[in-house]
């Protein structure tokens, strides 16, 4: 395949830089794999992740407690100085004696002319005044609640929950892939600038020697002192390339400690080169062939969280539902009572158990339940048209993503056979300039045609490290 031969190239390719800065060689060097490895487990964002996961989790386990009874255990103790009284009415009592003939008692009585009964026999029942104190009463006892039918309710919420637990997942392996393309990014962005600080060094090695034979040539006359100056304007230049170059590594690596989770982010460290690090990529050729190949984006975490919206606003229209549904519960329980003196005797000192089937039944809401019902399932449609929207729109990505990919070996290819013309151009054009063939001006240009294709080999070959990330992210392979 033309990116095997790629990678074959970039395996073997020898840099001929030499590379001049603060970094030393006791400095650790840092592989990509190792960048990713320590953002994936310091990042906070994937912290916050994970911490969702086990937020959703345990609303899923609280929705599943619904199907089960509730038991509850109520008390109430209360002191009050309140109380009253009422007077039951005395008088004459009848006094029953036995009648045989009727077989039952009868009041000893006479009925009268009027046909009013006058008793013969009576006792006296003075009138009776009863005091009634509340005191301290004491209420309490254990209820169980079970609901048998909610109208789908119960359900609906579970699988919401479940639902939620689900995307959230999803969500870790999005974030995930998230970090690891900035990752990448910043990784490529540090090692472009240290590429290029090493051309800008190898730049100004080829201007100092050329500055020693041009002062040579002048001090013996075969140059004149405006060849000098012109070297020198070059030597100013890529002085402050240098610089530059190596502010913008410096800057690189804090930006990649950052995203890494360090602390420090002036932590002196060193990352590899283009070639080492895609000859370290985990990866095979047969799975480059099939992301390259492949129109299926059905592997992204993104493609699985749409769906799940859509299946979440499915079952919030099943609770819109739920909530205009009949509901029946089973209620029983036992409760105990005591306090309140009557007669300076307590009323209450006892306990009783219960059993109750509740239902509640909805008449009319007005167009509430209508309206509602309504507006879920608008909130479903535009579920489903974001998830058809969206899935076209990764599939474009991917799409482009290839290209990005083919473009970038074929940009590659290319960087390495002009900068294989720079530097024969550079050579001739030495050597013409040496037996005085060629003015100064055309050997300057030459060799800062090298350096401009030095550093297109540069970005080249870390493009196609990105683009090859961003593939197999648009693919959905990128663990």
Not at 130 to 149: A, C, H, R, S, T
Not at 251 to 269: P, T, V
Not at 310 to 321: C, G, N, R, W
Request: hydrophobic share 40%; with cysteine; glycine share 4%.
């Amino acid at each position: 395949m033309k990116y095997h031969k790629i990678y074959s190239c970039l395996a073997v390719f020898v840099s001929s830089f030499v590379f001049i800065t603060h970094v030393c060689a006791q400095n650790e060097v840092l592989t990509l794999s190792e960048a990713r490895q320590q953002a994936l487990e310091q990042n906070k964002e994937i912290q916050k992740a994970n911490v969702t996961v086990q937020q959703t989790g345990y609303d899923m386990k609280a929705y599943k407690s619904n199907f089960f009874p509730r038991i509850s255990l109520h008390a109430t103790d209360a002191y009050s100085t309140s109380g009253g009284d009422f007077t039951l009415k005395g008088g004459n009592l009848p006094i029953y004696s036995w009648n045989a003939a009727a077989g039952q008692y009868v009041p000893n009585a006479m009925i009268q002319e009027d046909g009013t009964p006058k008793l013969l026999q009576y006792a006296f029942f003075p009138d009776q005044k009863i005091d009634i104190k509340i005191k301290n009463v004491f209420m309490g006892g254990l209820m169980l609640k079970q609901p048998l039918y909610m109208g789908g309710k119960i359900t609906a919420a579970y699988n919401m929950a479940k639902i939620g637990h689900t995307m959230a997942q999803q969500n870790i392996r999005l974030t995930e892939s998230e970090i690891i393309v900035r990752t990448d990014e910043a990784y490529t962005q540090a090692v472009r600038a240290k590429e290029l600080t090493q051309v800008a060094h190898s730049y100004k090695e080829l201007l100092d020697e050329l500055m020693k034979n041009v002062k040579s040539a002048v001090s013996h006359g075969m140059k004149t002192r405006n060849d000098q100056l012109k070297v020198q304007v070059k030597l100013n230049e890529a002085e402050l390339s240098i610089q530059k170059a190596e502010n913008a590594y410096r800057l690189a690596r804090m930006n990649l400690s950052q995203i890494m989770g360090r602390k420090d982010l002036n932590y002196d460290f060193d990352v590899m080169s283009p070639s080492d690090s895609l000859s370290l990529m985990p990866e095979e050729a047969y799975l480059m062939d099939d992301i390259i190949n492949s129109s299926s984006i059905d592997s992204r975490p993104e493609v699985n969280l749409l769906h799940s919206k859509t299946a979440l606003s499915s079952q919030q229209v099943k609770l819109a539902k739920s909530e205009f549904m009949p509901n029946l519960a089973l209620m029983g329980g036992f409760d105990y009572s005591n306090g309140i003196e009557l007669a300076g005797k307590k009323l209450l000192n006892k306990g009783s158990g219960y059993v109750a089937v509740t239902l509640n039944v909805p008449i009319l809401t007005f167009g509430e339940r209508t309206n509602k019902i309504r507006s879920a399932k608008a909130k479903h449609q535009l579920a489903e048209l974001e998830e058809q929207d969206l899935h076209e729109k990764m599939q474009l990505e991917l799409t482009q993503c290839q290209n990005n990919f083919n473009e970038a070996q074929t940009e590659l290819h290319l960087c390495q056979n002009s900068l294989e013309q720079a530097k024969e151009n550079m050579r001739l054009t030495r050597k013409q300039y040496d037996v005085g063939l060629e003015p100064l001006s055309e050997l300057l240009d030459a060799q800062a045609l090298w350096q401009k294709c030095s550093a297109d080999l540069v970005e080249a070959r870390c493009q196609l490290l990105l683009s090859q990330t961003k593939l197999r992210k648009a693919a959905g392979k990128l663990f």
